[in-house]
DNA sequence: GTGGGTTGGGAAAAGGTTTTCTCAGTGCTC
DNA sequence: GAGCACTGAGAAAACCTTTTCCCAACCCAC
């Protein structure tokens, strides 16, 4: 007793082509792949029983096939240097979520700080025939171990540095920075400091400026950020720095952070020295590292970059740069947010 | 005045077919591809010229021709639930690194716990024609939320359930515990508790059985693991349970902790009730997370899984499994390593 | 000088799909 | 009933490479 018509399991050995379609509908090859892409001119009831006899046969078209007429892959590279990086992780969420609904697949490229293997790696791709790469890395402000300059397809750059006359997206630190003290501000907070990285990152500067910007905005007093590492042992250090003094008059009230392992540091420190976060001071990080910010106590208050927008954003802009839309070369900002945990206390009454 | 002759920058146009490097060596395409490839008979003198035309002209074969013809595409997928995993990054890069150097790319496709999307990454990597797949996820004990059973392309899980009848790699858990609790052992430590995860994870109850056999083994006492959550919040509670009663006798001299979050939240609570890490207790986590781990006052040693060797391996068993080479089902663990800190001090005098 | 072996290289098919061009038939108008 | 427009569908080229088969030419021995 032959069951319902349904479609065939993948199981089957050799995938269906559409040869082996047009012969089970007795038509052509031609005439099937019409039938199916919803070309050329037939019967309604020509192309309803070709669809019919593709569904039940379980075909799938040879993307192969289909790449090597069209020129055009579906397939684009996603390029970084950040192989365990919390940074490009949710990044490449982003552009995978935002290219999977069109049919595109990543191939995900780690490339370390490796010339040879980001060479290899490139043109493993390009004979691949990806329709465009993304590259990104584990730092805004310095650019992959590839020359990305002069390939034929095109290349969008996210939170790493862009060639230049290139598409960059990054996330927008000052104005990060900004939602960081000028929430401190409507909360009543006035002497507020800044415990960020090295020196040698360019955010840090960016940072440091906008909080600098924001302070002076309010006609608040500046004063020097203090810059170490990215660390807890930093967080500790700076804390020692800024509370050591006897004067409990020139203790800040709050202290921003450039990121959460820093913020992290800065909270145990000052529980260690009796000091109350929030009541006393109130600590904000940066970087939104959920399983730190919500591991603190209490919970952190911190600027979340907002990286798989930024990578979907750039999954989008490489499609339809793709697709030919011509688009405007520079770089991108965008925006940061604040997620609200219990760092900073309430308003004041 | 003519320069050197070397390669054409790749940003040419069109990429160089090879019918453009056989009219250039004035030879049939039959010709130049067996030139290339090192296939059929001809002078040394023409196989040389073609080549050097080809190099001149920049060629590279095209992937897509070359796959549709070989039935192989030089391309896996890697399938994965772990979005922000710290555990599937590592693999990843083991999976990755094994195969660029055979020139396969890796697809990776992030497929959340979403059944439609599965599918989708799935059905998009079969029409792309991939080689294999490699299914791989967060926890060892849950299927990916995707049929994988009937392909017909091999599949190869790693550090995720497999299907009954497949090939699968994971960790050896019970062993790596058992490197813990020996190395207690040569340390001199005689009361080693045990604080881990949540009951509902496999991975908990095979620690707990090494401890516990490692320790009957021993002829020292037995007791109950603490079981409750993979946080540092946890590691605390743990730590009052456990150092709460006031017969200081009755004290472990260690703590095996079933992950390194938990081995945090102990160190912490530990140096709060002011009993010293290590002199008093010595406390070894797992996972080898090295961001949590060397910033725990004092570093943390813990228990490696090894995983990037564990990504490695299944690549080159994907490869092997492609390449026809019939393979043994069953599950094969990998042994851990023991990374030591300074959380467990010296032997004793 | 004929038969057989070797050498260097080309013609053509194959892989699966899309697209353009062509063509036979049908129904319509004048 | 001739011309015409349109309809439905197929043939074949194209994408690029690999591989099998074939052929012409040459050399050698008898």
Redesign the pocket.
Known sequence: MPSAPEPAPVSAK?PV???EVAAAA??????A??A??G?????AE?RERIRETARLLG?R??SL??S???KRSFTVGLLTNDTYGRFSLPLMAGVSDALVDKGVSVFLCNVEDDQRLGQLHVEAMLDKRVDGIIATGKRIDRHLPVDLSNLRIPVVYAFTQPDPGAIGLVSDDAGGARLAVEHFLRLGRRRIAHVSGPASFAVVHARAQAWRDVLKENGLAESEPLLGAWSEAWGHEAVEKLFGKADREGWPDAVFCGNDQIARGVIDALRERGISVPDDVGVIGFDNWEIVAEATRPPLTSVDMNLSTLGREAGLALLSLVDGQPAAPGIRKLPCRLVVRQSCGGPPE
Chains 1, 2 share one sequence.
């Open positions: 050799p082509t559409l040869r007795g038509v052509s090859v031609a005439t792949s019409k199916l892409n070309q050329g001119r037939m019967t020509t075909f078209p040879n096939a289909q090597l007429l069209r």
